[in-house]
């Protein structure tokens, strides 16, 4: 006997009810009302408390949204946050749009360079496989990914070598996915159709070992990008504001390596000791071992690939590596914008590789987009920050401080402000006020110097506290593997934890006793 289904009530045809259901589409429904609820609050603390605390109130919605990313992608709902933040006059257009203009380059480097580095992720999986494959100890695993993203990201961008490693985990995650969910290994290729999200094709057999190695891909991609920040501090190329800093104090490439070692290098050897640590301990949803039955996959599926190569497929490698080789030339000495280089990337090796559908071009663009214009919508919270002086209280406080405090309070700060914000914007801030400092006579140029590498350590070392603080880590956490792999905002503040203890603390006992 069937049981019959109940018929919709009217209320759940009704427009409201409707609404609600396509307002933000499978987002839960707590998740639209507490959104709603925002919306509607935050002119009654503007009416109430004034533009400080509601623009204070709005960084904290923001920052929930990205918190949140699973349950659904920031860019709605930070969207609409911004927008509600440009009708209360918590900010102008013309102030976003001066966000935006200063930080183009970023723009420019993911609308292209993720792009650029789709067509070669071929190559990338060759390189990583053999690796892979050769190296079967995990905790040497993770101590060679998390160098080679530092030594990296010291002459590259980080979002550029974080977009490898999650080409790499993306492509190793496809291989596994499909054999487990019964297709033919011969029959797997990275770029065809197959859900990867659905679970339920997934066998029984597979079950427990797809878990395990989701575990162990998100420890290498916390690890490499932890290591990008590592080695993002330690060169004047590195990370944006270390350029915007030195140029104020007037340091070129040595100079400015010699002035951030007392500080960078520690910070680097504490990083080191620290992945050794919590993948000999299994600590912090480290540890986990690739398993056998995930490792017969990859090998076997690098076997066949390696057999099936015919000229063409070795022709087109040839090509991405020398695309690779613009890449890494154009980047060390900096040739160009980092996006005009990854255009280039894109040209060079669609070209020679014979892809010239635009169809074909357009999926490499599918994953940076949305990102870019997520980050366009945090650039109009970075507005509401500078207009309403949201900072103000805490960057009084530091400069009103003298001496060795100064240079602690100077390096906590910006690690906090960094932690919530945009680090380029905090540096900025910072590095102006010092600037002024030093033009009115308040400090003299050795303080200022030592308090530039505060600034400058400050911004990049504890701000991989959060995904918020490091574009990298935002980067990851709204991409397409985040949820393959279940990297939520939450898992990535608890798994970077140990790494901003030991990193930040370091860095603060360098800022005291080495500087």
């Known amino acids: 006997m069937h049981s019959v289904e109940p018929a919709p009530s009217a209320d759940a045809n009704s427009w409201p009810a ?67 933040a440009l009708l209360l006059g918590l900010t102008s257009a013309a102030q976003v749009a001066h966000e935006v203009e200063a930080n183009f380059s970023v723009i420019l480097l993911l609308m292209f360079m993720v792009a650029g580095i789709y067509f070669l992720r071929d190559l990338l999986m060759l390189l990583f496989t053999n690796l892979l494959v050769r190296v079967r100890s995990k905790l040497a695993l993770s101590v060679t990914i998390l160098s080679v993203a530092a030594l990296l990201s010291a002459f590259l ?35 065809d159709v197959h ?40 060169t004047l190329v590195g990370e944006p504001q270390n350029l915007l800093v030195g140029k104020a104090v007037g340091w070129d490439f040595i100079a400015y390596a010699q002035h951030m070692a007392p500080v960078t290098l520690p910070v680097l050897l504490a990083g080191l000791l620290m992945c050794m640590l919590l993948e000999r301990l299994r600590w912090f949803g480290y540890g986990e071992q690739l398993p056998d039955s995930v490792r017969q996959v990859i090998e076997h599926h690098a076997e066949r690939t390696r057999e099936r190569r015919d000229r063409a497929q070795r022709l087109r490698l040839t090509a991405q590596a020398f695309a690779a080789g613009f890449l890494v030339i154009g980047l060390v000495f900096h040739l160009a914008e980092v996006g005009l280089i990854g255009l280039g990337v894109i040209v060079i090796a669609t070209a020679l590789c014979g892809v010239v559908e635009e169809k074909r071009i357009g999926h490499a663009f599918e994953e940076a987009l949305p990102f870019t214009a997520l980050l366009v919508t945090f650039f109009a919270i970075v507005a509401v920050i500078q207009q309403q002086g ?47 400092a030093r033009a009115a006579g308040a400090i003299g140029r050795e303080q200022f110097e030592l308090l530039a590498v505060a600034v400058n350590t400050g911004t990049n070392i504890p701000s991989v506290a959060t995904p918020n603080g490091q574009a990298a880590f935002l980067f990851l956490l709204t991409s397409a593997l ?34």
């Not at 490898?164 to 492509?171: L, Q, R």
């Not at 999200?197 to 891909?217: C, I, K, P, Q, S």
């Not at 792999?485 to 030991?502: C, E, F, K, Q, S």
């Open 18 to 84: 409707v609404a609600l259901r396509v307002f933000l589409g499978q987002a839960p429904r707590w998740y639209k009302f507490a959104l709603l609820a925002a919306l509607a609050i935050n002119p009654v603390v503007l009416a109430i408390l004034g533009p400080f605390w509601c623009g204070w109130l709005l960084l904290v919605e923001f920052i929930a949204a990205l918190a949140l990313a699973l349950r659904c992608y920031p860019l709605q709902p930070a969207g609409l946050l911004a927008i509600e």
């Open 157 to 191: 961008d980080a979002l550029t070598v974080v977009a490898v490693v999650m080409t790499v985990a993306t492509g190793f995650y496809t291989i596994y996915h499909r054999v487990a969910a019964g297709r033919r290994l011969d029959d797997c290729r990275i770029d």
């Open 195 to 234: 859900d990867h999200e659905n679970d339920e094709l997934v066998g029984e057999a597979h079950r427990a070992d797809l878990t395990r190695f989701r575990a162990f891909l998100r420890s290498l991609v916390m690890h490499a990008a932890v290591g990008t920040a590592l080695g993002g501090v330690c």
């Open 390 to 436: 949201l900072f103000a209280p805490v960057i009084d406080v530091v400069l009103a401080a003298e001496g060795r405090r100064q240079l602690v309070l100077m390096y906590l700060a910006n690690g906090a402000l960094s932690a919530i914000s945009d680090n380029v914007f905090v540096a900025t801030i910072y590095i102006n006020e010092l600037q002024a």
């Open 482 to 515: 985040a949820p393959l792999i279940r990297l939520g905002y939450g898992r990535m503040v608890w798994m970077a934890l140990p790494y901003t203890l030991a990193m930040t603390l370091t860095g603060l006992t360098a800022v005291l006793f080495l500087l």
